[in-house]
């Protein structure tokens, strides 16, 4: 059973930073793609920043230039540093794995941090 674990999530002033991490509980090679989402109240979940195990990286146009999604594979862990957050980016952040199977893509979540950015 894949678990993934968030942390790093906290209370920081708009331009700070922040750096998540997620730890997942086997080898992250097994995993096609890894990514961070986020969801902010009354919003739906929205994805922030993708890695292929290829090396891709795929980032929302409203965080480009500011978050960056990297990878230790020794580790086992993702990470998404936040750099000039916004008080836009404050959400629930979550962690997910992918698994491309023969017929299908299992998809695996974190329970999810908390980033709040005051003002």
């Known amino acids: 059973q894949v678990q993934l674990v968030e942390s790093g999530g906290g209370l920081v002033q708009a331009g700070g930073s922040l750096r998540l991490s997620c730890a997942a509980s086997g080898s992250i090679f097994s995993f096609n793609a890894m990514g961070w989402y986020r969801q902010a109240p009354g919003k739906q979940r929205e994805l922030v920043a993708t890695s292929t195990s290829g090396g891709t990286t795929n980032y929302a146009d409203s965080v480009k230039g500011r978050f960056t999604i990297s990878r230790d594979n020794a580790k086992n862990t993702v990470y998404l540093q936040m750099n000039s957050l916004k008080p836009e980016d404050t959400a629930v952040y979550y962690c997910?794995?992918?698994?491309?199977?023969?017929?299908?893509?299992?998809?695996?979540w974190g329970r999810g941090t908390q980033v709040t950015v005051s003002s």
């Open positions: 997910n794995a992918q698994v491309v199977r023969t017929y299908r893509i299992d998809s695996y």
